[in-house]
């Protein structure tokens, strides 16, 4: 597999010229300026991938080229958005750059009610307590319908939080929860999180899948002529939120929308972490079905706690070998597949990989990190990786 380490460009805590150091060769990265809908210019590509060769890396993946909520609710830009997309799809091409992960989760990107739990080693971790997301939605938002959305156990539970929040708390959870990926959403307020929750009114997880659908419908084969690989980054959770759709949670989902857009193009990314937080999902039973249009690999762990709602679980970012899914499995079936492309002669033959989010240890915790993405952490998150690949190579 190819090691790869997910930087947030010339702004990150982590420098580039730390990543030799750690194991990687490999770069995932976006460039975080441009507001979703807009197109990439190719000298700003060929500036970044300038920058990071000069490290002596490579620019594997592109995380994300992001999908506009105009595009997810078929708003009216959404022909001018898809130009755009399609654009900043030649210009990577032409780049030299093959791979793009996105999503298709609405408003809300991966989403946690605290980024620095303490653990009972002396480190932090990221941590999603559905009360307190709750307490979040009925008592911050005061979204109209939430009551419903939640059994009267968590109704309870979460008013329980939301008596113990005072000031400066309930505005911490709410920066959590809205800001979601490093840098993403820091300006948004309740209302800018109200008014976009609106535009979702009417549409229903059926309608949003087709969504998705014809995005790919139109992109996918662009991209086929390009050469380039699209992969689709699970919900995270992997759950309803907010009252929102979600139609990329299960291997069912992916089995269905991979089916419906059937090119090499159209792809997979296996996020362990998101989807194992599922009880139900088997990560070496979605390698075995959908193996051949995996073209990213997210590894890290999570672990379930605790739930008043069995529907809907607590979990925390557990060490990448300690969570609830078996990595050792997970990864046996991922070179079992490289190997199958190889035998098949398929240029794409090995998957990049990254040790996706990590615990704040040590150094971690006194140094500016980003919420998910310390440096040691996740340095022996890969450390333990490349263990497991050596060991089953």
């Known amino acids: ?84 997309y399609k654009a900043s799809l030649t210009s990577l091409a032409a780049e030299g750059i093959e791979t793009v992960c996105y999503n298709f989760m609405p408003i809300l990107d991966w989403t946690r009610t605290q980024t ?14 559905l009360p307190t997301f709750a307490a979040f939605d009925l008592h911050i938002l005061a979204r109209p319908g939430a009551a419903e959305d939640y059994p009267e156990v968590v109704r309870v539970q979460a008013g329980q939080v939301h008596a113990g929040l005072d000031d400066a708390a309930r ?13 993403a959403n820091d300006g948004w307020t ?16 059926a309608q949003l899948r087709q969504n998705l659908i014809d995005f790919l419908g139109e992109v996918a084969p662009h991209a086929q002529a390009l050469g380039m690989r699209l992969c689709c980054h699970p919900d995270d959770p992997p759950f309803s939120l907010l009252g929102l759709p979600r139609v990329m ?19 997979a990314t296996l996020c362990t972490g998101s989807m194992g937080v599922d009880p139900f999902f088997d990560a070496v039973e979605f390698v075995r079905r959908l193996g051949p249009r995996i073209h990213f690999a997210h590894l890290r762990n999570t ?11 607590s979990f925390l970012e557990a060490p990448h070998l300690e969570g609830d899914t078996d990595m050792v499995a997970t990864l046996r079936a ?3 597949e490289e190997t199958r492309r190889r035998a098949e002669g398929r240029a794409d033959h090995t998957i990049p990989m ?39 190579a």
């Open 116 to 129: 620095r739990a303490p653990q009972p080693h002396g480190g932090t971790a990221m941590l999603f307590d």
């Open 1 to 84: 597999m190819i090691e790869c380490w997910r930087w947030f460009g010339p702004d990150d805590p982590t420098q580039l010229s730390d990543l030799p150091q750690v194991g990687a060769t490999g770069v995932v990265t976006a460039l975080h300026v441009f507001a979703p809908g807009v197109e990439w210019p190719r000298a700003a590509i060929a500036e970044r991938k300038a920058m990071i060769a000069a490290a002596g890396l490579t620019w594997e993946v592109v995380e994300s080229l992001p999908v506009s909520e105009t595009i997810k609710t078929q708003g009216a830009d959404m022909a001018a958005h898809l130009k755009a």
């Open 190 to 205: 309740l209302d800018d999180v109200r008014a976009r929750l609106a535009t979702y009114d009417g549409i229903t997880p």
């Open 334 to 336: 991922l070179m079992a």
């Open 354 to 392: 990254r040790p996706d989010h990590g615990q704040e240890l040590l150094t971690d915790r006194t140094r500016d990190s980003l919420p998910g993405y310390p440096l040691i952490g996740r340095m022996r998150g890969l450390a333990e990786l490349r263990g497991i690949m050596a060991a089953l």
């Open 303 to 313: 672990k379930r706690l605790p739930s008043p709602d069995p529907a809907r679980a």
């Open 171 to 183: 505005q911490q959870l709410t920066r959590t929860i809205i800001a979601g990926l490093p840098g």
């Open 249 to 267: 949670s299960t291997t069912d989902d992916y089995a269905h929308v991979l089916e419906a857009v059937n090119l090499p193009s159209s792809g």
